[in-house]
């Protein structure tokens, strides 16, 4: 007797988006296994942040499918929600709430994540350095504080899949270690993800693929060739 | 279960915000305030005809009071993605919904409250003692139709960029049966007496408008939220 395997973590079959009248991304296909860490390549305006959205349900593909955990977006969405979450560039925090505030609210509005012990809100707020700033109103921080807030956000939360969109603008190099850190320890808890960013040098962080986004095609990448079809 | 708690920690949040910035509090106030002045001035010297109008501009104002607070609580969660993340956890369109339209709800409701001895002051209008709880609750059921349909299109037009002019534009002639009733109910709890049952009408019209809208707008709000 054999067992389904387990749903692709992403899935994305001839996926196009148009933006107004261009197509951003154009017949994009791909697959990415549970527990895989993904770097998306590609200059500014290429669609990394469009493919990221999308996959994060808050844009619907102009035409073609596309899963996250075997759940069908968008008519799924709120079934992928509850296994995703997104690292956007500017953190994505209440500028009029205060860390604690924004985090005790990211928790109530997640169902099952209600019995979040305080301790695990102070132990976010402690691994991105933000203790003596919690209490302090989020339009205070700097870009780097902000950027930490959010990942402090996804550590507490925890979902199956973590889409990363430029995750290290804005920090300086300890929060850039932080962020490897995080990402390394989310990997090795079998976490997926999916991470567009234009560092070029966190090789070190051993990606499983590194993908590039050009012209709304997406292809592997090779650094020795450049890109590859 | 889980709805609620939902809706209660946006409206919580939205009170925060509000409390923290008070950026709709002087707007609202200050605008309510002008429009009373500036139709007090328009409306001449007849005191029967400012005491009559009172009811009217009471509620014009309290309308556009209503479409400011409603477009600042979108704008303040536009600023940071944090709308955008709000809306990525894996919470109910209807329960963030529910919870803007709860938290701008209470606050027409005192708005209203505190507007509508003002309003009467200056424009020389009284009402009898035993009708005051119509007054409150019109206020009242007249704040929840205002919120209702004023949270569903400021998130319909959050995003866009002429977002400040298509709001009112949208939003007020879907209002007008609860203005009407509004309007009425105010008018009927002033002359007191008899008029207190067709008070009670409108109040009960007010408060089935209500309800449709409530139901219609919780309903389709992930249409207006979502790509």
């Not at chain 1, 959205?53 to 709120?78: C, K």
């Not at chain 1, 505030?101 to 928790?107: G, P």
Request: net charge neutral; charged share 15%.
């Amino acid at each position: 007797m054999s067992s389904a395997p387990p749903p692709l973590a992403i899935e994305l079959r001839d996926v196009t988006r148009r933006m107004g009248r261009d197509f951003v991304l154009r017949g994009m296909n791909l697959e990415i296994a549970p527990g895989k860490l993904v770097v998306l390549r590609g200059a500014n305006g290429t669609g990394k942040t469009t493919l990221l959205r999308l996959l994060a349900t808050r844009l619907r593909p102009t035409s073609g499918q596309a899963f996250v955990f075997g759940h069908e977006l968008p008519r799924a969405g709120g079934a992928a929600r509850a296994r995703l979450g997104l690292l956007n560039v500017t953190g994505g925090s209440f500028p009029m709430l205060d860390a604690r505030e924004n985090l005790e609210l990211a928790i109530k509005l997640t169902p099952g994540a209600g019995g979040a012990a305080a301790g695990a809100l102070d132990a976010a707020l402690a691994a991105v350095g933000l203790t003596a700033a919690a209490n302090k109103l989020v339009r205070t921080y700097s870009s780097g504080m902000k950027k930490r807030l959010g990942l402090a956000r996804l550590l507490l939360l925890d979902p199956e899949l973590w889409l990363l969109d430029e995750p290290y603008a804005a920090l300086d190099d300890a929060g850039k270690s932080l962020m490897d850190e995080c990402v390394s320890g989310a990997k090795a808890r079998g976490r997926t993800v999916f991470m567009a960013s234009h560092e070029s040098d966190r090789d070190h962080l051993g990606p499983d693929a590194v993908l590039e986004l050009s012209a709304g095609v997406l292809r592997l990448y090779d650094p020795l060739l450049g890109s590859a079809p | 279960m889980n709805d609620l708690i939902a809706a209660l920690a946006v409206a919580r949040k939205d009170f925060l915000q509000e409390l923290r910035s008070r950026a709709t509090t002087v707007a609202t106030l200050f605008f309510s305030g002008i429009t009373l002045v500036m139709m007090a001035f328009g409306l001449g010297r007849d005191p029967d005809l400012m005491a009559s109008a009172a009811p009217g501009v009471l509620w014009v104002a309290l309308a556009f009071a209503g479409v400011i607070s409603s477009a600042q609580s979108f704008q303040a969660d536009l600023e940071e993605g944090a709308l955008e993340q709000l809306l990525l956890l894996p919470v109910s369109r209807a329960a963030v919904y529910l919870g803007k339209l709860l938290a701008s709800w209470l606050y027409l409701s005192v708005l209203g409250i505190i507007m509508l001895p003002v309003a009467f002051a200056l424009y020389g209008a009284s009402a009898p003692a035993e009708t005051w709880w119509v007054l409150v609750l019109t206020v009242i059921l007249g704040g929840l139709g205002f919120a209702v349909i004023a949270t569903f299109y400021a998130g319909l037009t959050a995003n866009l960029q002429a977002r400040e002019a298509l709001l009112p534009v949208l939003m007020f002639p879907v209002i007008v049966p609860v203005m009407l009733g509004a309007v009425r109910a105010t008018e009927s709890a002033l002359l007191g007496g008899a008029d207190i049952g067709l008070a009670a009408s409108w109040l009960q019209l007010l408060a089935g408008f209500d309800l449709v809208y409530l139901v219609v707008c919780s309903s389709i709000f992930h249409f207006v939220v979502d790509d």
